[in-house]
Nanobody, 118 residues
Framework: QVRLVESGGGSVQAGGSLRLSCAASGTRYTDCSYYAMNWYRQAPGKEREFVSS???????SYADSVRGRFTISEDKAENTVYLQMTSLKPEDTAMYYC?????????WGQGTQVTVSS
């Protein structure tokens, strides 16, 4: 069973930085040759939205709203994905979720809260 645990959220002022982590376990026997790790976020009263992703091969993508400010990376040895967030804005305030897509399945973490004050 794949388990994802996010951490690193918190409260910061606008312009600040945070680094989110998503530690995966149980992937050894559940992964196919392809997987992608994703970050999503959901603000109160809004739909969950895509933030960033990284594939097994290292291809990254970003939502327009975060491109240039957020950087996704992966430490394969630690089975952990990171989201470095800089120049944070109040509109980045949301619950951030990690998702692993593999073998046609999506696995979600429980989320970590990010609050950015102006």
């Amino acid at each position: 069973q794949v388990r994802l645990v996010e951490s690193g959220g918190g409260s910061v002022q606008a312009g600040g930085s945070l680094r989110l982590s998503c530690a995966a376990s149980g992937t050894r026997y559940t992964d196919c040759s392809y997987y992608a790790m994703n970050w999503y976020r959901q603000a109160p009263g809004k739909e969950r939205e895509f933030v960033s992703s990284i594939t097994r091969g290292g291809t990254t993508s970003y939502a327009d709203s975060v491109r240039g400010r957020f950087t996704i990376s992966e430490d394969k040895a630690e089975n952990t994905v990171y989201l470095q967030m800089t120049s944070l804005k109040p509109e980045d305030t949301a619950m951030y979720y990690c998702k692993r897509f593999t073998c046609g399945n999506n696995y979600w973490g429980q989320g970590t809260q990010v609050t950015v004050s102006s």
